[in-house]
């Protein structure tokens, strides 16, 4: 029952826009947000971060839209790369690569790519037999809200939500460190790539903390799940993070020099390059 409270969580704060972290040991407050066509949309307004502590791919975000970094269409994963993905755990990495995207782009209000993005993960997810969250019911609500960024957001966050909680309730931990891998990896990525600040620098930094919890998510899900046969994947996928933290291990005190977070930006980028290539694990 606690992990399974964990898991939801983790999913959540994927995709959420607008969502603040903290630390006071509350439970998750879900209010309810009408949008233009009277339907309901969940707006979680008070996140707490569990023992394990992912980041929020989201405040990177907020950071580039803050330091007025443009927007780059040309750093998302293209659209037509999703049938490329036959493997369930490369499927399941792609949503969360697509899932983090779709936050990019609703925080530069870009409603044309939010669209493009969801109905994307749409069909992920039914691939992925995921039958809650990514359905009709909610394309037809983007398409209803295409020209309001809030609403966009509102209706993303929902259908997010109901999708970690259907993956949660079903026990398929075949799915879910996978995704939230792939929004973790997009959403370094999206930071390092946009642009090379001394801040973004810092920004990277902080991440430190919140790596070290994902890699103890992935060990704890290897010991629990029923799913063995996917092992493998998540042991690939811990080794590439410890490689991450290797170089993390080399910083001393609160500010990172040049070179070490080149090997940090090197390695990510590598991350990424091989969790988008269909080939590679």
């Known amino acids: 029952m606690i992990m399974k409270r964990i898991i939801i969580c983790l999913c959540t704060v994927l995709l959420l826009a607008g969502i603040e972290g903290c630390s006071d040991g509350k439970k998750n407050r879900v209010k309810t947000k009408v949008d233009s066509e009277g339907g309901s949309s969940a707006e979680v307004t008070n996140v707490v971060y569990t023992k394990y502590g992912i980041p929020l791919p ?29 493997k369930e755990p490369k499927q399941a990495m792609a949503l969360g690569v697509y899932s983090a995207d779709i936050a990019y782009c609703s925080l530069y209000k870009r409603q044309q790519e939010v669209m493009g993005y969801f109905n994307c993960s749409f069909k992920l997810a039914d691939k992925l037999d995921i039958s809650e969250g990514f359905n009709f019911r909610y394309v037809e609500r983007m398409e209803n809200n295409v020209n309001s960024a809030d609403s966009l957001s509102n209706i993303a966050a929902e259908s997010y939500w109901k999708a ?118």
Request: aromatic share 12%; charged share 25%; hydrophobic share 35%.
């Open 164 to 281: 970690c909680n259907y993956l949660a309730d079903n026990e398929k931990n075949n799915i879910l460190p996978f995704v939230i891998y792939g929004g973790w990896v997009e959403s370094q990525y999206l930071t390092i790539a946009s642009n090379d600040l001394k801040d973004t620098r810092e920004q990277i930094l902080n991440q430190r903390e919140g790596l070290l919890s994902l890699i103890n998510y992935l060990y704890e899900v290897m010991i629990e799940s029923s799913a063995f046969y996917y092992n493998y994947d998540i042991k690939t996928i811990i080794v590439k993070l410890n490689n991450i933290k290797k170089v993390y291990d080399k910083v001393s005190g609160n500010s990172i020099d040049a070179q070490l977070y080149k090997e940090i930006c090197d390695r990510i980028k590598t991350m990424r390059s091989e969790l988008i290539d269909p080939n590679k694990n």
């Open 58 to 86: 989201i405040d990177l975000f907020k950071y580039l839209v803050t330091e007025e970094i443009p927007y780059n269409n040309d750093l998302l994963l293209p659209l037509e790369n999703m049938d490329k993905y036959t």
